[in-house]
């Protein structure tokens, strides 16, 4: 009886460490991590504040909804903001490229907003979208990579980069909140105070439509498919600028 | 049987992986320097590059040992932040010359309170009543005298690393069970300035002269103006304009601004654009990153923030150490930094033209000064450039305000000039840059915004004509070291010799001198001797050590030479005015008299003629004594 206990018990620490025997793996990583999103279709895929959407393809220019992944790792108290269609979809702590959220008085205050590139740009933020054209380059600094989570193109009429983020940094407030990009002393700034405001991605219904610059689709506001280009309406002529790409009529 | 098949059950139960990130307040080297207790808890480790270490444990309740951080306890999902072993300031910066400080080390944790600390001094003059209380450490800086001697001229005192009162305290803290730790406290006496009144908000500055009082200042702002240790300090506390006045009456309008407030796009095309481009592509622009790219050695972290980032380390300036302060940044490495931080990291426009504004017209020659680049470049052992430059002759070269006043002087003897006739730096009114002293400084030379010739940023500049050598070695220091094509007497004659060949002036009959040329193809140009030094950077007095000639030659040079062309040179003043004393010079009574005065300069003027080509100068000496 002893020895076939003793077998068993070998038995279940052979089986426990094939089992359960992982290794730790100590080594030092890029900080942008792979959320593959496999249930992404169409051309382009975009995080639309806190959903998901694709446009082209199946999901022609009014997109559609598809389900938003993250990393199989602890959500960072920032969140994550996420780049990439498909297999290419990674991930990172936001709080990594943009400085922090400063509350008080009941609105916060990001005072060093993200931007597409190090270089000199203009944005606003208009319904939960921020978008902005390049002023110039920073003198004397490489321009490094772009941003993966800002969609770009050249603005029709100058040329210059214009570029749209449908996912900006949430303010750590739990109200309805709009934000703005504000200069203080020739520094930007993102402002966001509780104010009830249309916001893409939000869930929308018969009763509870969507502002002129989105659409309801599957029950979210969504923007049509993007192709920044455009700064004011004047580059769209007779066509407006929405979000920072051209649409037909009024 | 059933009782194994519990054990198995027991040990395989997938148990739920807890995930902890935790922020690390110092730089980890290698994620598996942390310790965990109990062991075997641990299923995965990762250390992110920008100071995050990831755990995913079995759910068991560990504490993390973190090298440099108290312990860390983990029990569930969360994201926690490791408190410093001990919480010290890393820099003290513009404590003042002659002035008492106190460095005070707090533990973060228990474990931190029963520390030993050893305290030593590890750079710098060696500090006045240094006095080490456990965990207090008291001293007193050096006077401004050990530093620098006054007085100065009216406006901002230029201070380098050397003359800044530096010091570096290390303290090597032993907490039992742990490895010792070293803690490390740069002092500084004042800030770095460029001697430019374009200042960081929060900057201290020495002013030269008496009785300085603000007359104005922007609303707001309430700018510190002491008198310490005999010399006016000023700090400027809001940005804006700022007019100051002495006691003599002169005025200083100095520009306060923060580098992350001064908009970086100098670079636009109406502006400065191929210097923006220029500048995008040189070890200056990259000087962050490459160090990083290479290993950055810990003990050299904190001299990686004094001049390889934007700004002063302890200052509130908007500069990138005063940036990362505020968003929680290490600086692991260029590409993980965030955008607003890649522009602060490197040396960039604000690191030499200042945060301020441009500055007056008649100002802007400051800029040339070499105590613009001395704020990095000045800082022994590693950079001795700005001070051998200041003891070489070039330091003094426009001493003489006449040599200002000309271009056909100041194009020699200043760098604005210098600058002006290679086409640089054009100036419409040259008598604007008359009034300030600048030397033939670090920009005659190198170009900090390209186009340059190699990694030491050497200016390219075109060789003279009268060389009859295009693409002559060393042109930047020929371009002044020749004569003038249309000269009747030479101006300069070194490069001459070391070439070996001359197209006379078209007066003179344009015609082509060429001899021997032992020297002219030497690697390194006029570098190859002047300032040569065996397995060390060039030594920027350009002094020639003698042990450079005689690895070649066996005994000194012949001085026959000198004697013989000012033997020439007298017989000729009774036909050749001025022949003798120099400029301005008359023409003589032939042709052939100005050949023999020209060609007997070329060898007097030059006192390193005979190091530099003798045969050819004695041809230059018998065409003349042929001639006369």
């Given amino acids: 009886v002893a020895s076939r206990r003793f077998n068993a018990l070998r038995l279940a620490a052979l089986l426990s460490f094939a089992a359960c025997g992982q290794q730790a793996e100590p080594r030092v990583q890029p900080t942008r991590v792979a959320a593959a999103a496999e249930a992404d279709r169409g051309e382009l895929c975009l995080d639309v504040a806190d959903t998901r959407a694709c446009w082209g393809g199946a999901c022609g220019e009014a997109g559609c909804v598809v389900p938003v992944v993250v990393p199989k790792l602890l959500t960072p108290a920032s969140g994550f903001r996420c780049a990439g269609t498909g297999r290419a979809r990674t991930c990172e702590a936001r709080a990594e490229q943009a400085g922090p959220f400063r509350c008080a008085d009941g609105r916060c205050v990001q005072e060093r907003p993200r931007f597409p590139d190090n270089g000199e740009w203009d944005c606003v933020e208009i319904d939960g979208a921020v978008y902005c054209r390049k002023l110039a380059e920073a003198a004397g600094v490489q321009a490094g990579p772009l941003d993966p989570a800002f969609v770009c193109g050249p603005r029709r009429q100058g040329g210059e980069l214009v570029c749209v983020d449908f996912a900006p940094d949430p303010p750590p407030m739990p109200e309805p909140h709009r934000c703005a990009v504000r200069n203080r002393a020739g520094l930007p700034e993102r402002v966001c105070e509780p104010k009830p405001s249309p916001r893409l991605g939000r869930t929308c219904a018969a009763d509870a439509p969507c502002d002129a610059s989105t659409r309801c689709v599957q029950g979210r506001c969504l923007p049509a498919w993007p192709r920044p280009g455009c700064w004011l309406d004047k580059d769209c002529a007779p066509g407006v600028c929405k979000l920072g790409t051209c649409r037909e009529g009024a | 049987m059933r009782w194994c098949l519990l054990v198995v059950l027991l040990a395989c139960t997938p148990a739920r992986d807890v995930e902890v990130r935790i922020r690390l307040a110092a730089a980890v080297a290698r994620a598996e320097d942390v310790r965990f207790e109990p062991r075997g808890h641990v299923r995965a480790l990762r250390l992110d590059d920008r100071g995050w270490l990831q755990v995913s444990t079995d759910g068991a309740a560990l504490t993390a040992h973190i090298p440099g951080h108290c312990p860390v306890h983990l029990e569930q999902a969360a994201e926690l932040v490791a408190q410093e072993l001990f919480s010290y300031p890393e820099t003290l910066a513009q404590v003042g010359y002659d002035a008492a400080f106190a460095v005070r080390v707090e533990p973060g944790c228990p474990e931190a309170e029963a520390a030993d600390l050893r305290w030593s001094q590890v750079e710098g003059l060696p500090l006045a009543q240094l006095e080490a209380r456990g965990r207090e450490l008291h001293a007193r800086t050096l006077p401004l005298a050990a530093y620098l001697s006054g007085p100065w001229p009216p406006g901002v005192v230029a201070v380098s690393p050397r003359t800044q009162g530096r010091y570096v305290l290390e303290a090597i803290a032993r907490v039992a069970g742990r490895e010792p730790a070293r803690l490390r406290v740069t002092v500084t006496s004042i800030a770095r300035a460029t001697g430019l009144s374009s200042l960081a908000v929060s900057q201290r500055v020495m002013l030269g002269g008496d009785g300085w009082r603000v007359l104005r200042a922007p609303p707001g702002a309430s700018p510190e103006l002491q008198l310490r240790d005999g010399v006016v300090n000023f700090a400027a506390d809001v940005p804006g304009r700022y007019l100051l006045a002495n006691a003599a ?89 965030p955008h607003a931080l890649q522009r602060l990291a490197g040396v960039r426009c604000t690191s030499c033209h200042g945060p301020g504004a441009i500055p007056s017209q008649g100002g802007r020659a400051r800029i040339l000064r070499a105590s613009v680049c001395a704020t990095c470049h000045d800082s022994p052992p590693a950079y001795r450039h700005v001070a051998e430059w200041q003891s070489s002759r070039m330091a003094r070269s426009d001493r003489d305000p006449a040599s200002r006043q000309s271009l056909r002087c100041a194009r020699c003897h200043t760098t604005g000039g210098f600058l002006h006739q290679q086409g640089e730096r054009v100036r419409a009114d040259w008598s604007l840059e008359a009034n300030v002293e600048v030397g033939i400084s670090c920009a005659a030379c190198h170009t900090p915004h390209g186009p340059a010739l190699g990694h030491g940023l050497v200016r390219s500049v075109q060789t003279p004509a009268s060389l009859a050598a295009p693409g002559a070695r060393s042109a930047a220091c020929v371009s002044c070291h020749a004569p003038l094509p249309d000269e009747l007497t030479p101006s300069a004659s070194s490069a001459v010799l070391v070439q070996g060949q001359l197209r006379l002036p078209e007066s003179l009959g344009g015609e082509l001198l060429a001899g021997a040329r032992p020297h002219a193809e030497l690697a390194g140009g006029c570098v190859a001797c002047h300032g040569k030094r065996a397995g060390e950077a060039l030594d920027h007095s350009f002094r020639v050590d003698s042990a450079v000639c005689t690895s070649c030659h066996q005994a000194r040079q012949p001085a026959e030479l000198h004697t013989r062309a000012e033997a020439v040179l007298r017989a000729l003043e009774p036909r050749c005015p001025s022949s003798h004393t120099g400029e301005p010079a008359s023409p003589c009574a032939s042709r052939a008299l100005n050949v023999a005065r020209y060609a007997a300069r070329l060898v007097f003027d030059d006192r390193g003629a005979a190091a530099h080509n003798a045969p050819f100068a004695r041809q230059l000496l018998e065409l003349a004594e042929r001639s006369q």
């Fill in chain 2, 249 to 337: 009456g002169e005025q200083l309008e100095a520009q306060a601004l923060t580098h992350d407030h001064t908009p970086m796009d100098c670079g636009r095309a109406e502006c400065h654009a191929s210097i923006s481009s220029g500048a995008e592509t040189t070890p200056m622009s990259h000087a962050f990153e490459l160090p990083f790219a290479h290993g950055v050695p810990a003990e050299s972290a904190s001299c990686m923030l004094d001049c390889h980032v934007v700004g002063e380390p302890g200052l509130s300036d908007g500069g990138f150490c005063d940036l990362a302060r505020s968003l929680g940044e290490q600086a692991t490495g260029y590409a993980q930094l």
